[in-house]
């Protein structure tokens, strides 16, 4: 399905659209600048049933050229809440 809006809307506003055009269980977003491995939601949606859990995240790899820094804290992993 392809969503055109002649307004910008920003990021926000055109995922809250694709929110309200959103059928399945599951919902991901990606950003155009985004790689992910192929089973990438494959992997979260069985950790999400298998834990009963609403939300599920995954580390990222900021990719600097020849350079790559992990960016994630361990402590995002196992809060109850969400920002």
Same mark, same amino acid.
């Given at each position: +399905? ?45 950790? +999400? ?28 992993g ?6």
């Amino acid at each position: +399905m392809v969503i055109t809006y002649e307004q910008n809307l920003r990021q926000g506003g055109v995922r809250n659209i694709g929110l309200n055009y959103a059928t399945g269980d599951f919902i991901g977003f990606l950003d155009s600048d985004d790689w992910i491995v192929p089973d990438m939601y494959e992997v979260l949606v069985e950790k +999400m049933i298998e834990g009963v859990y609403d939300v599920v995240n995954c580390q990222l790899i900021r990719d600097k050229g020849n350079d790559e820094e992990a960016n994630f804290r361990p402590e995002w992993g196992n809060c109850n809440w969400i920002a």
